[in-house]
């Protein structure tokens, strides 16, 4: 059957995906801001569980979101804590699981599933957090297990739909979604708790996140192979130049997955990046707040700005990959290029951030200039368990995102005992250049012994062979 449409199947395909991790920064990231609107944070304050600061959410205040009804809730930092973190244990435990079924069972159903699931606790959330607290605990944990199916599906479908001349632009566009999808809601949230009430935020995203499901039926197939309406010339290009072999069925082989010294410096290297990347990402506001006194509505400028130029500049840097793939020069001095460049330069300008006070132009330039270089990253770090192993992609992506997820809980927890000492400048220049030095060391560990060239274990013998449990659609 003749394509429907005039955009390639497969950018269609990886264009889906991207919604899926809006969806997946969604659920993560929009807690932070109704949790403001939820809880009398005045009374309440915890540095371990979120970025909240009493200022920014006195109703009516000149910071705040706006005149906001009376909050809704009296809980305590403790349980505070829990209701931010609970979607990370889901995260975490459902990985392995996730990276399992995304070899054994169909990818179509395994993402679209795990988006449906996610969306339709979203859209009970309100009545459950109303019923008992402890409940809606149990109810992130498991939004958290849906959506922790995400990454290692998304890593696996694309393997299965990209060319070896388009891998890293297509898990690029895919991955990317996570932080548009963060700046979406940071600012959207904010205005549909001053409208409408803190219940619609969980409304408008877990309804957005249904009407995707539908259409991810129509449009998303697990592989070109099974694809309705793609062109016969697009599904025999990308069959012919696919990173992977896909004709057989095929046992995962774990135990080499989990010791392969290539997978396990790259979590190394993940974990490393995560801890500066989670600390630019909740503490870069809490910093600009407290020691330059720069308003939430400024703040919000400056982390929506950093995220989109970091995303246009992981496009293009995924683009020039793979043009230098195509050239000739090898794996392994492409992506450990784009993995030095993306670490070395933000933690300069994180070390420079954290030497000095600054003019607030200056400062606020810094932050912007640190996290655009961090999109470096897309001509290396989003293709890596592609490169690995393509027919393993989900299963490698399941230990990569483990320990990436890892990084994010326990580096709040890290920064939080630090503040509580005291805060001011020294403990900042600890938190910000401990974070970069983190960084440059997981890299200099993936630069020195790490590995992008596809594994000996990525190929399986005909006697590893076995049916897939669901034949993929």
């Known amino acids: 059957m003749a394509s429907m449409c005039s955009i390639p199947v497969r950018y269609l395909v990886s264009s889906m995906v991207f919604f899926a991790f809006v969806f997946d920064a969604a659920l ?249 990347y989670t600390t630019l990402l909740i503490y870069t506001p809490l910093f600009l707040d407290h020691m330059y006194k720069i308003d939430l509505v400024t703040n919000g400028w400056i982390s929506g700005v950093s995220n989109i130029m970091s995303s246009i500049v992981a496009l293009i840097s995924s683009v020039m990959a793979d043009r230098l793939l195509q050239s000739g020069c090898s794996i392994n001095k492409v992506r450990k290029t784009f993995a030095t460049l993306a670490i070395v330069l933000p933690a300069f300008t994180v070390l420079l951030i954290s030497a000095m006070e600054y003019s607030i132009v200056v400062i606020a330039g810094l932050i912007v200039l640190t996290n655009t270089l961090g999109g470096l990253a897309g001509g290396s770090d989003s293709a890596l368990p592609i490169d690995l192993s393509a027919e393993y992609a989900g299963a490698v992506s399941a230990c990569v995102n483990f320990v990436a997820n890892l990084g994010a809980i326990l580096t709040p927890i890290a920064v939080g005992w630090l503040l509580e000492e005291k805060e001011d400048f020294r403990h900042w220049n600890i938190i910000l250049s401990g974070s970069a030095l983190t960084a440059l060391i997981g890299t200099w560990i993936f630069i020195k012994f790490g590995s992008a060239e596809k594994q000996d274990w990525s190929v399986p013998s005909t006697d590893e062979t076995t049916p897939l449990l669901v034949e993929p659609l």
């Open 28 to 276: 993560r990231c929009s807690l932070s801001i109704t949790i403001l609107v939820m809880v009398n944070q005045t009374t309440h304050i915890s540095p371990h569980g979120s970025f909240i600061h009493k200022k920014w959410i006195e109703p009516g205040g000149e910071q705040g979101i706006g005149k906001l009804p009376n909050y809704s809730f009296d809980w305590d930092s403790v349980t505070q804590s829990w209701v931010l973190n609970s979607v990370y244990i889901g995260i975490l435990c459902s990985q392995f699981p996730a990276g399992h079924f995304a070899e054994s069972f169909s990818l179509k159903w395994i993402l679209g599933y795990g988006v449906f699931f996610m969306s339709v606790l979203q859209l009970l959330s309100p009545l459950v957090v109303w019923w008992n607290v402890w409940a809606f605990v149990a109810l992130r944990i498991l939004a958290g297990l849906s959506i922790g199916a995400i990454f290692p599906s998304a890593n696996a479908l694309i393997s299965r739909w990209s060319s070896v001349q388009e891998r890293t632009i297509l898990i690029t566009i895919a991955t990317q979604g996570y932080v548009i999808g963060t700046t979406i809601t940071m600012f959207v949230a904010g205005p549909l708790c001053k409208q409408f009430g803190w219940e619609s935020v969980f409304y408008v995203f877990g309804a957005a996140g249904v009407v995707w499901s539908l259409l991810c039926y129509v449009c998303v197939a697990s592989s070109p192979e099974k694809h309705l309406w793609i062109s016969e010339e697009e599904r025999a290009m990308i069959i012919a130049n696919r990173p992977g072999d896909f004709s057989r069925n095929r046992l995962i082989p774990w135990g080499s997955i989990v010791l392969s010294g290539p997978v396990l410096i790259f979590c190394i290297r993940t974990f490393a990046s995560s801890v500066l």
